[in-house]
Nanobody, 123 residues
Framework: QVQLVESGGGLVQAGGSLRLSCAAS????????MAWCRQAPGKEREFVAA????????YYADSVKGRFTISRDNAKNTVYLQMNSLKPEDTAVYYC????????????????WGQGTQVTVSS
């Protein structure tokens, strides 16, 4: 089992920035690809970004490309999501996810999940 705990959410004005963190425990962190997904009210959970086991490869949803950056620190068992130029449509609960496989593009494909952290962007 992998336990994931997100932090860093909050309320920010449009155009602002936030950095989310996800602390992992339970298994060898570097054996897992990591991802961030989000779910807005009344909508399905959607993929945001993913990072490979060593951090050498990343990919993003088109909606956040160029604004969000995913990174990881394997020494700290932590993955981050730096969010810049935030828009009201980025408002959602953001979830950290883990899976032994890299390259997954759908939330249902991930094995482990955190409890989520709320991000609200005001206009």
């Amino acid at each position: 089992q992998v336990q994931l705990v997100e932090s860093g959410g909050g309320l920010v004005q449009a155009g602002g920035s936030l950095r989310l963190s996800c602390a992992a425990s339970g298994r060898t962190f570097s054996n897992y690809a990591m991802a961030w997904c989000r779910q807005a009210p009344g909508k399905e959970r959607e993929f945001v970004a993913a990072i490979s086991w060593s951090g050498g490869s990343t990919y993003y949803a088109d909606s956040v490309k160029g604004r969000f950056t995913i990174s990881r620190d394997n020494a700290k068992n932590t993955v981050y999501l730096q969010m810049n130029s935030l828009k009201p449509e980025d408002t959602a609960v953001y979830y950290c996810a883990a899976d032994p496989n890299y390259g997954l593009g759908y939330p249902y494909e991930y094995d482990y999940w955190g409890q989520g952290t709320q991000v609200t962007v005001s206009s």
